[in-house]
């Protein structure tokens, strides 16, 4: 079992890629049944959903689907600071647009009720979330049920495939969880 270290905490493989790409496949084919000629747009919220919202848009092929970014911030080392920044904003009319939302992953779901209710004033007619992992157990807002969910997981500290530990792991093709977390 091939071990990381960061900031000197070891992490474990804990979902593997080709787990991933067949999820992100099958999670692709439902956006194209739910999506087909309703053109939607998009919105990745960086940095750590990139590498999923990239295959995820290339497995909704041919709906005719835009995207874009915007990045909020609200992690610092290992934990939630309580507060969300906006680092960059969205640029996108979203005024009677359907948008799919695409995060890395939804715990207390402070960030993503944040952003949905910001669209939300700014006129978005249809609001879905797509989050490559959710933490069920971690969820603080009633309010938010992601609509396609890649993996839901428990109340774990994971890294990898855009996740990150103060900016870092973020390259590593795995999931990975701290390996004392490993076990339970």
């Known amino acids: 079992m091939k071990e990381v270290t960061y900031e000197g905490h070891t992490f474990v493989p804990y979902i593997f890629r080709d787990a991933i790409d067949a999820r992100i496949k099958e999670l692709g084919k439902q956006i194209v049944c739910d999506y087909a000629g309703k053109s ?13 919202a990239s295959d995820l848009f290339r497995a909704s ?12 911030k609200s992690y610092a080392g290992m934990g939630s600071t309580g507060s969300i920044k906006e680092v960059i904003g969205l640029q996108e009319d979203v005024a009677g647009r359907d948008v799919i939302v695409v995060e890395d992953i939804i715990d207390t779901g402070h960030t993503i009720a944040h952003l949905m209710r910001g669209l939300k004033e700014k006129g978005a007619s249809d609001i879905k979330v797509a989050t490559l992992l959710f933490k069920p157990e971690a969820l603080e807002e009633p309010d938010v049920q992601p609509d396609y ?13 855009g996740l990150d530990l103060n900016e870092q792991a973020r390259d ?5 969880v701290l390996k004392d977390q490993s076990e339970s």
């Open 61 to 72: 092929e041919g709906i005719g689907a835009q995207i874009t970014f915007i990045r909020l």
């Open 40 to 52: 939607p747009l998009f919105i990745c919220v960086l940095n750590g959903a990139f590498p999923f």
């Open 172 to 176: 590593l093709n795995d999931i990975y």
């Open 149 to 161: 969910v890649g993996f839901s997981i428990p109340k774990k500290f994971i890294i990898g495939f």
